[in-house]
């Protein structure tokens, strides 16, 4: 029996699990849902070590961030068999990856973020349904009535009603089910004027997305997996802005599109201690093993671990033959999926090696690091979301730096949080290659979070009031958290004072007392001095 809940939130990722945790921090009930059976969507289901702003450090994230990124490096520190000088980093990065001061494996990020929820369950105020995807869902004008789930197990349909439901589903599931004004691809550019908008509007412009996997290495084994059913069409696809074929060390370089040889070397020699993980000084992806490392042998205790593990979340896997959105996404998923078994094939069997060699079959493929029969991710990594229509809609004049300056951009009334990170855009369904421009550190409107339209739904990931262009900065791990807790708090507050987030954001008085429980809570609303890269 599943218990009548004052707040339903649907999906389980970054946004849905903070959401969750800020609702019952006010003290009131929730049901949270989730499609896997793991609950943390890009730290966890979708493999990604977390992408972050470069003073993640100090400042620049909620309180229940920090908190999280820190009981990670405490579940390190209590059970890996950490030396000595690596024990005693307080900044340590266990994977001494490049992408981040936090690289970390999936299910490190799981054991914490269940912990996080475990009080809220154990005292009754949190129910949590993974296996679980919505269907449908009922609305009675300008209300979401209900939704209904199905029970991935056995089919089972239940239908959930509440009095406020959060979209944290990673493509926005809700708004195309309940008939929420939204957004889809990219806009055209006389919506906006933005500068890197097209001539017309693209709905099926997307992101590419990434279907992740993990890789150890071990020489003079063969872990060579079958050849892959699709393995000859992406052997030779050369996409038309590619220097060469996709499966090739050769990539454009995503901020000025020049072609730049990539290196791989398995298991480098380099002490991870290191390693600099600074996204604003290096993009770090020019070398891919240690790019998305998410286990550095070197700084446990000599013969603890006999290989590195490291992520593939490469250009050589990104997908976009296909929109994920809409009605080609199992094929989409599908098509993805054979590149990135294709790409492990070419590495064990074509790869060239600096020896002069080809292939590396010792790499092994990590289904114990990603939970799934085949080792790759149980997710596909989502980067672009469906985007409700909402009060403020950021743009690319709000963040860019090439038209705001490094010390600017757009500083909000109703500002809930900060955010950081270049507008990076993956090659898309559209045919553009990648879009990767500077932005200055963003602060989060809470009119970005508001619908024009439905009263009792709130978005709670990277499906808020952006465009295609500026989902590119909102859509990181940091973020999607942020959002996701100020849309828990939101609804928690409009329950407990029986008003509606419309009210909370138009009138000044509403507002303080709203913006005095996120500062109470440690929800950093504006950022310090500091510039845009």
């Known amino acids: 029996m599943i218990p009548e809940a004052d707040i339903l939130v649907v999906g389980g990722g970054l946004g849905g699990v903070a959401a969750a945790l800020a609702a019952c921090r006010a003290g009131r009930s929730v049901v949270l849902t989730e499609e896997t059976d793991w609950i943390g969507g890009q730290l966890t289901s979708q493999a990604v070590p977390p992408d972050e702003h470069p003073w993640v450090e100090r400042f620049g ?13 405490r579940y390190y520190r ?18 001494a990856g490049r992408v981040s001061k936090l690289c970390h494996e999936p299910r490190v990020a799981l054991a914490v973020l269940e912990g996080m929820l475990a009080p809220h369950r154990a005292a009754g105020r949190l129910t949590v349904l993974t296996e ?5 869902a009922e609305a009675d004008g300008d209300f979401l009535r209900a939704v209904t789930l199905e029970d991935l197990r056995d089919g089972t349909l239940r239908t959930l009603s509440a009095r406020y439901v959060l979209d944290a589903t990673e493509t926005g599931e809700l708004l195309h089910l309940a008939g929420v004004e939204h957004a889809n691809g990219a806009e055209s550019q006389a919506e906006f004027d933005e500068l890197h908008a097209p001539d017309e509007a693209q709905p099926d412009n997307q992101q590419g997305i990434t279907v992740c996997f993990a890789l150890s290495h071990h020489e003079g084994q ?17 996409p038309a802005f590619w220097p060469g074929p996709l499966l090739g060390f050769e990539a ?31 993009a770090g992806d020019k070398e891919l093993w240690g790019f998305r490392r998410i286990l550095a042998r070197k700084l446990h205790t000599p013969g603890a671990f006999d290989s590195d593990i490291t992520l593939v979340n490469w250009p050589l896997n990104d997908y976009w033959l296909k929109p994920y959105i809409g009605e080609q996404q199992a094929e989409a998923l599908r098509e993805a999926r054979q590149l990135s078994l294709s790409l492990l094939y070419w590495l064990q069997t074509e790869a060239p090696r600096a020896d002069g060699g080809t292939g590396f079959p010792g790499l092994r493929i990590r289904p114990d690091v990603t939970g799934t ?29 090439d038209i705001v300056g490094p010390y600017g951009g757009t500083r909000y009334r109703d500002s809930v949080g900060v955010g950081g990170y270049r507008i990076d855009l993956h090659p898309s369904t559209g045919g553009d290659n990648y879009v990767d421009i500077g932005s200055v550190p963003f602060e989060i409107p809470l009119g970005a979070l508001v619908p024009r339209r439905v009263r009792n739904l709130l978005p709670a990931g990277k499906n808020i009031g952006t465009t ?20 828990g708090a939101l609804a928690a507050h409009c329950v ?18 709203f913006a005095r429980l996120l500062d109470r809570d440690g929800v950093q609303r504006h950022w310090p001095d500091v510039r845009g890269y």
Request: contains cysteine; aromatic residues 8%.
């Open 61 to 73: 994230t909620t309180a229940s961030y920090r908190r999280l990124r820190e009981e990670i490096r």
């Open 373 to 401: 029969a085949d080792g790759l991710a149980k997710s596909a990594y989502v980067r672009e979301s469906r985007r409700i229509k909402a009060v403020t809609t950021v743009t690319e004049h709000d963040v860019a730096i």
């Open 496 to 513: 407990a004072e029986d008003i509606e987030p419309q009210q909370v954001q138009a009138e000044e008085k509403r507002f303080e007392d």
């Open 468 to 487: 295609h262009i500026t989902n590119g900065c909102y859509r990181l791990h940091p973020v999607e958290w942020n959002i996701g807790e100020v849309a």
């Open 222 to 238: 063969d872990h060579t997996i079958d050849r892959p059913d699709d393995f000859d069409f992406w052997r030779a696809y050369r």
């Open 132 to 136: 679980h995807r919505p269907v449908a």
């Open 252 to 282: 454009p370089d995503p901020r000025t599109l020049e072609p730049v040889p990539r290196t791989f070397v398995p298991n480098p020699e380099l002490d991870p201690l290191a390693v600099s993980a600074d996204q604003s000084a290096d």
């Open 78 to 95: 209590h059970w890996y068999p950490l030396r000595a000088e690596a024990l005693a980093l307080t900044d340590l990065n266990p994977g």
